[in-house]
């Protein structure tokens, strides 16, 4: 048997058929085309399904389940999506819609979720009891697994970690709140304050990197002018940084898991982030005595939303 | 068999004899007396619960096991007591040393925890797969139960909601941090402002209700004043609610049980706290249109420290 995994996104859809071990034995996929309405979204991932499981060479017969992660809110147990604010989506009944088409057990989760699972099965927090992942990407995601399981709370809103209150009347927040996580450590955060030490320090290397014009700054060009000791790229950083340390507090106060990952675009600025975030923790944890979850880098890259999807159904 | 439930406190240790159906047949209590060793105080812990036995008409051989509320961070799997600021205990071997006296299964959790877990057998949050309690006491404490278990973290650090960030760079905190929820949360933070408000009105009701004396000034005075309109109280009362409307917010984005207990001295302020909180949350909840957790007042009074310590056991 397979397990079919599903990473729906707002521009695509991609399917694995994933093996028992993990391993992704064929990918198909299609443009979302969000604005179309939601039954012709699920028709083409339907479409897509059949396709790779053709592909794989095997039939329907072979598929254990569909598992799908979505970018948004999703109650698992009813298998309807509550919200996806990329594909417009409110109290869509993606299960239901799925078997009209392939009648097999579907389960749907938040793509954070999923690529934490992704990560406690086959990635960076495998072997551990508890796992918390972060991903710090345009905005920031969360994923809380349990002795295996996704954990996504009772109303399907668990794990959203970019939405916790780090400012008390902060910045405003697209999810109707003020001083959410991602307002301060989001990709977005980050250019958001670079662009302000752009202007107050057109000097900066991180103005140089982008050629000289302010819109090209992007994420990936801070963290560099930031290892290269910029003094504007490393102030943006380092708030970044002390942001993030103050959630990881967070989440070790609440939770308290075994590993704590970190995900997402700005993760690849591995070493670099790992380490001054791990410097900075013990001056934001509570009782340093104690000991502290373990942090560490996700290791999977894009295929984690494959693969974490197909493990909703193991 | 019964089950022994322990709330040792940094004043007293009280000690019950639970039935199966979580009433509590017989009860015995002694001084704590912190300041000895601490093997004298678990001797006499031992001696309480043979004393209850006894008075319950029962012997050892009835004891199905001992459960144990500590003021502080335990590591339940190995049986230590990481942490008791209260005891001054560091490292100490509670479940070993417990066993000396009577070799029966010994189980230990945070105070909270095992509050919260009484609640979820027998109080407010029986039959909900997941619940939080947030204990607004003089400091502000937290438990986590997970299908009727609580969960206590990978590190004994898990329900630590006082300790949660509130505010960057806030009011420094006695775990070594600045801004935790317990500085703007708890009995205490309550009646720090209180008496900022009595010096610079000193009109106020609540001054009026401490007879003049600003040393007087206790939690459920501010409460009584802001109940009768008292704008010194009121404010005072607002910015309790609102920042622990905040931290309700944190405990739903991240972990979102199916319903959050509040207990605690604060909480018997009553319906009062339980309406307020309630109408500020939408404005301080990610997503408003979704459904988030119930909120309830904690049901069970002083009994809960000795039946979800002997529900440790079950």
Chains 1, 2 share one sequence.
């Not at 996104?9 to 694995?16: D, E, F, P, Q, S």
């Amino acid at each position: 048997m397979v397990y079919i995994g599903i990473d729906l996104g707002g521009t695509n859809i991609a399917v694995g058929v994933v093996s028992e071990a993990g391993s992704i034995l064929s990918e198909t996929s299609a443009k979302t085309l969000a604005e179309r309405p939601y039954q012709e979204v699920i028709r083409d991932m339907a479409a897509c399904v059949m396709k790779a499981v053709t592909k794989a060479g095997l039939t329907e017969a072979d598929i254990a389940s569909i598992g799908i992660g979505i970018p948004g809110v999703a109650q698992g147990d009813s298998g309807v999506v509550f919200n996806c604010t990329n594909l417009g989506w409110i109290n869509v009944p993606l299960r239901a819609e799925m078997q009209k088409y392939i009648n097999k057990p579907v389960f749907l989760d938040n793509d954070a979720n999923v690529a934490a699972l992704a990560e406690s099965y086959f990635g960076v927090s495998a072997g551990y009891k508890s796992s918390v992942m972060i991903t710090l990407g345009t905005g920031v995601g969360g994923g809380i697994v349990i002795n295996g399981r996704p954990w996504a709370g009772a109303h399907g809103r668990g794990g959203e970690i970019g939405h916790m209150t780090l400012v008390p009347d902060g910045a405003p927040c697209t999810c109707g709140n003020n001083g959410c996580v991602e307002r301060y450590c989001s990709a977005t955060a980050l250019i958001r304050t670079a662009k302000q030490e752009c202007y107050s320090f057109p000097d900066t290397a991180i103005l140089k990197k982008a050629g000289g014009d302010i819109n090209r700054v992007n994420a990936k060009l801070v963290i560099d002018a930031a290892k290269e000791g910029d003094a504007s790229a490393l102030r943006v950083f380092n708030s970044f940084v002390k942001y993030l340390a103050m959630t990881i507090n967070d989440i070790t106060a609440f939770f308290d898991p075994d590993i704590i990952v970190l995900g997402g675009g700005v993760s690849y600025a591995g070493d670099f982030l790992l380490n001054n975030v791990a410097a900075l923790l013990p001056r934001y944890q509570m009782f340093k005595a104690l000991p502290i979850p373990k942090l560490a880098l996700a290791k999977l890259g894009n295929e984690a939303g494959i693969v974490g999807a197909a493990m909703l159904g193991k």
